[in-house]
Protein backbone atom coordinates (compact mmCIF):
# COMPACT_ATOMS: atom_id res chain seq x y z
CA UNK A 1 0.00 0.00 0.00
CA UNK A 2 1.13 3.29 -0.92
CA UNK A 3 1.66 5.74 2.24
CA UNK A 4 0.33 9.30 2.23
CA UNK A 5 1.87 11.97 0.96
CA UNK A 6 2.94 14.83 3.50
CA UNK A 7 5.70 18.04 3.46
CA UNK A 8 8.69 16.71 5.45
CA UNK A 9 8.20 20.14 7.32
CA UNK A 10 6.00 22.99 8.13
CA UNK A 11 7.17 25.88 10.89
CA UNK A 12 5.56 29.23 12.03
CA UNK A 13 5.50 31.65 14.80
CA UNK A 14 4.27 31.72 18.21
CA UNK A 15 0.72 32.60 17.66
CA UNK A 16 -0.04 31.66 13.90
CA UNK A 17 -1.43 29.25 12.22
CA UNK A 18 0.14 26.20 10.35
CA UNK A 19 -1.32 24.10 7.91
CA UNK A 20 -0.18 20.41 7.02
CA UNK A 21 -1.59 18.33 4.04
CA UNK A 22 -2.04 14.85 3.25
CA UNK A 23 -2.67 13.88 -0.09
CA UNK A 24 -3.76 10.19 -0.79
CA UNK A 25 -5.71 9.07 -4.04
CA UNK A 26 -9.56 8.02 -4.52
CA UNK A 27 -8.78 5.11 -2.56
CA UNK A 28 -7.67 6.41 0.61
CA UNK A 29 -8.03 9.98 1.88
CA UNK A 30 -10.11 11.13 -0.74
CA UNK A 31 -12.62 8.74 -1.00
CA UNK A 32 -13.19 7.78 2.70
CA UNK A 33 -13.71 10.07 5.59
CA UNK A 34 -11.67 7.74 7.90
CA UNK A 35 -8.86 10.13 8.40
CA UNK A 36 -6.95 10.62 11.60
CA UNK A 37 -3.80 12.65 12.60
CA UNK A 38 -1.89 12.05 15.42
CA UNK A 39 0.60 14.07 17.06
CA UNK A 40 3.82 12.58 18.51
CA UNK A 41 6.44 14.27 20.94
CA UNK A 42 9.89 12.52 20.72
CA UNK A 43 10.52 9.52 22.29
CA UNK A 44 7.23 9.39 23.21
CA UNK A 45 3.88 7.36 21.83
CA UNK A 46 1.67 9.18 19.53
CA UNK A 47 -1.66 11.07 20.46
CA UNK A 48 -4.92 10.95 18.53
CA UNK A 49 -5.65 14.71 17.50
CA UNK A 50 -8.79 14.43 15.09
CA UNK A 51 -10.44 11.46 14.21
CA UNK A 52 -12.95 11.48 10.74
CA UNK A 53 -11.72 14.00 9.14
CA UNK A 54 -12.85 17.01 11.44
CA UNK A 55 -13.96 15.62 15.39
CA UNK A 56 -11.65 15.95 17.40
CA UNK A 57 -11.37 14.12 20.94
CA UNK A 58 -11.95 15.32 24.22
CA UNK A 59 -9.20 17.17 25.42
CA UNK A 60 -7.76 18.31 22.19
CA UNK A 61 -7.30 22.50 22.30
CA UNK A 62 -9.52 23.49 20.05
CA UNK A 63 -6.89 25.19 18.21
CA UNK A 64 -6.18 21.60 16.11
CA UNK A 65 -9.11 21.66 13.54
CA UNK A 66 -9.21 19.42 9.91
CA UNK A 67 -10.49 18.97 6.99
CA UNK A 68 -9.94 17.70 3.82
CA UNK A 69 -11.03 18.86 -0.43
CA UNK A 70 -10.75 16.25 -2.51
CA UNK A 71 -7.88 13.63 -2.13
CA UNK A 72 -6.03 15.94 0.08
CA UNK A 73 -6.70 16.36 4.41
CA UNK A 74 -5.12 18.77 6.14
CA UNK A 75 -4.53 19.47 9.93
CA UNK A 76 -4.04 23.24 10.26
CA UNK A 77 -2.80 24.17 14.32
CA UNK A 78 -4.49 27.70 14.89
CA UNK A 79 -2.31 30.14 17.51
CA UNK A 80 1.01 27.91 17.41
CA UNK A 81 2.11 27.38 20.70
CA UNK A 82 5.92 26.06 22.27
CA UNK A 83 4.20 22.47 23.12
CA UNK A 84 3.15 22.19 19.27
CA UNK A 85 6.52 21.52 17.78
CA UNK A 86 6.23 17.52 17.40
CA UNK A 87 5.68 15.13 14.82
CA UNK A 88 2.17 14.53 13.01
CA UNK A 89 1.00 12.16 11.06
CA UNK A 90 -2.34 11.84 9.07
CA UNK A 91 -3.62 8.18 8.60
CA UNK A 92 -6.64 6.86 6.49
CA UNK A 93 -8.47 3.76 5.94
CA UNK A 94 -7.45 2.38 2.19
CA UNK A 95 -10.58 -0.13 1.67
CA UNK A 96 -9.03 -3.44 1.34
CA UNK A 97 -9.17 -3.91 5.26
CA UNK A 98 -5.69 -2.03 5.35
CA UNK A 99 -4.66 0.97 6.97
CA UNK A 100 -2.29 3.51 5.80
CA UNK A 101 -0.21 6.36 7.71
CA UNK A 102 1.57 9.10 5.80
CA UNK A 103 5.38 9.90 6.24
CA UNK A 104 5.21 12.59 8.79
CA UNK A 105 5.29 16.53 8.97
CA UNK A 106 7.54 17.94 11.21
CA UNK A 107 6.06 21.18 12.85
CA UNK A 108 8.68 23.55 14.03
CA UNK A 109 7.66 26.80 16.66
CA UNK A 110 10.07 29.05 15.18
CA UNK B 1 -7.89 5.39 33.85
CA UNK B 2 -6.94 3.43 30.54
CA UNK B 3 -3.39 2.14 30.71
CA UNK B 4 -1.82 -0.20 27.66
CA UNK B 5 1.77 -2.00 28.74
CA UNK B 6 3.50 -3.77 25.96
CA UNK B 7 6.21 -6.67 26.69
CA UNK B 8 8.16 -9.03 25.02
CA UNK B 9 10.54 -6.89 22.56
CA UNK B 10 13.95 -7.56 22.58
CA UNK B 11 17.28 -8.85 20.61
CA UNK B 12 16.14 -11.74 17.94
CA UNK B 13 18.03 -13.09 15.32
CA UNK B 14 16.77 -13.01 11.68
CA UNK B 15 14.69 -16.12 10.91
CA UNK B 16 14.00 -15.94 14.60
CA UNK B 17 10.42 -15.38 16.75
CA UNK B 18 9.13 -13.39 19.36
CA UNK B 19 5.71 -12.37 20.97
CA UNK B 20 4.46 -9.27 22.16
CA UNK B 21 2.06 -8.58 25.01
CA UNK B 22 -0.17 -5.91 25.61
CA UNK B 23 -1.95 -5.76 29.24
CA UNK B 24 -4.72 -3.57 29.05
CA UNK B 25 -6.49 -2.16 31.90
CA UNK B 26 -9.34 0.40 33.08
CA UNK B 27 -11.85 0.23 30.00
CA UNK B 28 -14.09 -2.68 29.05
CA UNK B 29 -11.73 -4.68 26.88
CA UNK B 30 -13.91 -7.02 24.99
CA UNK B 31 -15.77 -4.01 23.62
CA UNK B 32 -12.85 -2.60 21.50
CA UNK B 33 -10.74 -3.51 18.65
CA UNK B 34 -6.84 -3.07 19.33
CA UNK B 35 -4.66 -2.31 17.04
CA UNK B 36 -0.05 -2.67 16.82
CA UNK B 37 1.69 0.19 14.95
CA UNK B 38 5.33 -0.32 14.44
CA UNK B 39 7.80 2.46 13.79
CA UNK B 40 11.67 2.05 13.07
CA UNK B 41 14.20 4.08 14.53
CA UNK B 42 14.14 7.19 13.27
CA UNK B 43 11.20 6.46 10.68
CA UNK B 44 7.74 7.17 10.52
CA UNK B 45 4.35 5.25 11.64
CA UNK B 46 3.37 1.65 9.79
CA UNK B 47 0.79 0.28 10.50
CA UNK B 48 0.59 -3.75 11.18
CA UNK B 49 -2.28 -5.13 12.63
CA UNK B 50 -6.04 -4.86 13.34
CA UNK B 51 -8.34 -7.47 15.53
CA UNK B 52 -12.05 -6.82 16.63
CA UNK B 53 -13.12 -6.73 20.01
CA UNK B 54 -14.56 -10.37 19.74
CA UNK B 55 -11.28 -11.59 17.84
CA UNK B 56 -13.76 -12.73 15.43
CA UNK B 57 -11.74 -10.57 12.53
CA UNK B 58 -8.28 -9.60 11.91
CA UNK B 59 -6.39 -7.97 9.25
CA UNK B 60 -2.91 -7.35 8.60
CA UNK B 61 -0.31 -4.96 6.41
CA UNK B 62 1.35 -7.06 3.34
CA UNK B 63 4.75 -6.82 4.65
CA UNK B 64 3.83 -8.70 7.54
CA UNK B 65 0.92 -10.77 6.04
CA UNK B 66 2.02 -14.90 6.63
CA UNK B 67 4.42 -14.14 9.53
CA UNK B 68 2.70 -12.40 11.82
CA UNK B 69 -0.76 -13.27 13.69
CA UNK B 70 -2.58 -11.06 15.96
CA UNK B 71 -4.47 -12.15 19.05
CA UNK B 72 -6.29 -11.33 22.15
CA UNK B 73 -7.47 -13.15 25.57
CA UNK B 74 -10.22 -11.20 26.67
CA UNK B 75 -10.38 -13.39 29.87
CA UNK B 76 -6.62 -11.79 30.17
CA UNK B 77 -7.43 -8.11 28.96
CA UNK B 78 -4.78 -9.22 26.69
CA UNK B 79 -3.44 -8.28 23.51
CA UNK B 80 -0.52 -10.53 21.11
CA UNK B 81 1.62 -10.49 18.62
CA UNK B 82 3.02 -12.86 17.33
CA UNK B 83 6.16 -12.49 15.36
CA UNK B 84 7.87 -15.57 13.00
CA UNK B 85 10.35 -15.44 10.22
CA UNK B 86 11.82 -12.14 11.62
CA UNK B 87 13.75 -9.36 9.24
CA UNK B 88 16.12 -6.79 9.84
CA UNK B 89 12.94 -4.68 8.65
CA UNK B 90 11.17 -5.64 10.91
CA UNK B 91 13.07 -3.71 13.49
CA UNK B 92 11.37 -1.04 15.04
CA UNK B 93 9.00 -0.54 18.54
CA UNK B 94 6.08 -1.47 18.37
CA UNK B 95 2.69 0.00 19.82
CA UNK B 96 -0.50 -1.79 20.71
CA UNK B 97 -3.05 1.26 20.76
CA UNK B 98 -6.71 1.18 21.40
CA UNK B 99 -10.06 2.32 19.36
CA UNK B 100 -12.04 5.34 20.22
CA UNK B 101 -15.37 3.64 19.83
CA UNK B 102 -16.80 0.24 20.60
CA UNK B 103 -18.97 0.89 16.93
CA UNK B 104 -15.84 1.56 14.51
CA UNK B 105 -15.03 -1.08 11.79
CA UNK B 106 -11.80 -2.19 12.88
CA UNK B 107 -9.58 -0.64 10.18
CA UNK B 108 -11.63 2.98 9.95
CA UNK B 109 -11.02 3.23 13.81
CA UNK B 110 -9.32 5.93 15.21
CA UNK B 111 -6.88 4.92 18.01
CA UNK B 112 -7.07 6.94 21.04
CA UNK B 113 -5.15 4.96 24.05
CA UNK B 114 -1.43 3.74 23.33
CA UNK B 115 0.86 2.35 25.25
CA UNK B 116 4.82 3.23 25.67
CA UNK B 117 5.49 0.82 23.38
CA UNK B 118 8.56 -2.20 23.30
CA UNK B 119 11.16 -2.39 21.41
CA UNK B 120 12.22 -5.49 19.16
CA UNK B 121 15.63 -5.56 17.44
CA UNK B 122 16.47 -8.25 14.49
CA UNK B 123 20.13 -8.76 14.21
CA UNK B 124 22.29 -11.29 14.32
Given at each position: Q???T??PS?S????????I???????????Y???????????KA????IY??T??P?G??D????S?S?N??S?T?S??????????Y?S???????V??G????V??? | ?V?????G????????S?R???????????S?A?????Q??G???E??SV??GS?G??????????????S?D?S???LY??M??L?????????????????C????????Y????T???VS?
Open positions: SALQPAGSPGQSVTSCTGTSSDAGGNYVSWYQQHPGPKLMEVKRSVPRFSGKGTALVGLQAEDEADYCSDVGRNSVFGGTKTVL | EQLVESGGLVQPGGLLSCAASGFTFSYMTWVRAPKGLWVITANTHYADSVKGRFTIRNKNTLQNSRAEDTAVYYCAKAGMTYYSTRCPFDWGQGLVTS
